[in-house]
């Protein structure tokens, strides 16, 4: 293993002023997306709505990275360019979804287990070659009455850690992504407790399983009040909520974090980034790591027309910008008005 390679990539993700595009939707997500704007979720629409996004005009500036999926960086732009060297020639990293999504833990009703670690060594040494130089694993912990249980977070905490050592061997930084769910009723303290106690564990596994912390990314929920509960906490407070959590857990040997949107609005997701980068002097960068708050309004501009093409891209540079400004905690909501 290369650490300073690691950690040079590792830093290069989560630099100030950019973020990352999640795009890594696997089939089952996508058809849903595309289903949304009645679109049949063939090959060469994914690979035209990918094509779209990657080579928006003034997204890339504010894009360190993004986020594939089996297919996509297996595809091409329409001129024969395989995505990966587009990315990489425009100064974005590269990066692989390489869990295989979160299934039934069985004996535990209503918990998961995310699945993915046979043969991820020879798919590692696969993906590199094809050019990704990070990596992604999301493990998903969903809050009910007794859920989630202290075996199913160290369960996943346990492949977290396991991924993170097979990616680091094979100099592929991992983004390291526990999901604590905003699905539900719950309060921004429930979010806290949860989120607190995943974080203990993932971090305790990491340790375990001897982690180059320099060398990963983590990719943290914010600490939000549930999106079915009755009180919402305003934006201070979980912002506030988000980084009280995040010190008392992730090391300042951690280059960097990188937040998923989980169901936010692109517009929350934006605010609530730039508030917590204006909570003083924090140890990691602290950045984004979007799907849906990125790409949300980019998909709607697209329609899956030829015509929306531009349109389409024009909204994914306007989010790109806005939270790259959020990096810096400079985003106003004002600027949401302004032409995109
Ligand atoms: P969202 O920002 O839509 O939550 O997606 C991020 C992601 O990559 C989830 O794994």
Not at 71 to 85: A, K, L, M, Y
Not at 187 to 208: M, N
Not at 211 to 240: F, H, R, T
Not at 279 to 288: C, K
């Amino acid at each position: 293993m290369n650490r300073s390679e690691l950690e040079r990539v590792a830093r290069a993700m989560v630099v100030k002023g950019k973020g990352i595009l999640a795009a890594d939707e696997s089939s089952g997500t996508i058809k849903r997306r595309f289903d949304a704007i009645k679109l049949d979720s063939t090959e060469e629409h994914r690979r035209s709505y990918r094509e779209m996004l990657f080579t928006a005009p003034g997204a890339a500036q504010y894009l360190s990275g993004v986020i594939l999926f089996d297919e996509t960086i297996r595809q091409r732009t329409h001129d024969g360019v395989p995505f990966p060297d587009y990315l990489a020639q425009h100064g974005v990293i590269p990066g692989i979804k390489v869990d295989a999504g979160a299934k039934p833990l069985a004996g535990f009703a209503g918990e998961t287990i995310t699945e993915g670690l046979d043969g991820l060594r020879e798919r590692l040494v696969e993906y590199r070659k094809l050019g990704a130089r990070f990596a992604k694993w999301r493990a998903v912990i969903d809050i009910q009455d007794g859920i989630p249980t202290a075996f199913a977070v160290r369960a996943n905490a346990h492949a977290l850690a396991r991924y993170a050592a097979l990616c680091q061997e094979q100099e592929i930084v991992p983004i390291v992504e526990p999901e604590v769910l905003m699905d539900g009723a719950h309060s921004i303290d429930r979010c806290e407790e949860v989120t607190d106690q995943v974080l203990g564990e993932v971090f305790g596994c990491l340790a375990a399983h001897r982690i180059y912390l320099e060398g990963m990314v983590l990719k943290p929920n914010m600490v939000i009040s549930g999106k079915q509960a009755p009180e919402q906490a305003p934006p201070e407070q979980v912002a506030a909520a988000t980084v009280r959590c995040l010190k008392r857990h992730v090391p300042p040997a951690v280059p960097g974090i990188a937040f998923l949107s989980g169901g936010q609005s692109p517009e929350e997701a934006t605010l609530h980034l730039s508030l917590i980068n204006q909570l003083g002097a924090l140890p990691w960068s602290v950045t984004f790591s979007y799907g849906r708050a990125l790409q949300d309004t980019a998909l709607k501009g697209w329609g899956g027309t030829p015509a929306g093409f531009a349109a389409g891209q024009q909204e994914l540079a306007k989010r790109a910008r806005l939270n790259g400004l959020a990096t810096l905690g400079r985003y106003q909501s004002g600027l949401e008005s302004q032409a995109a």
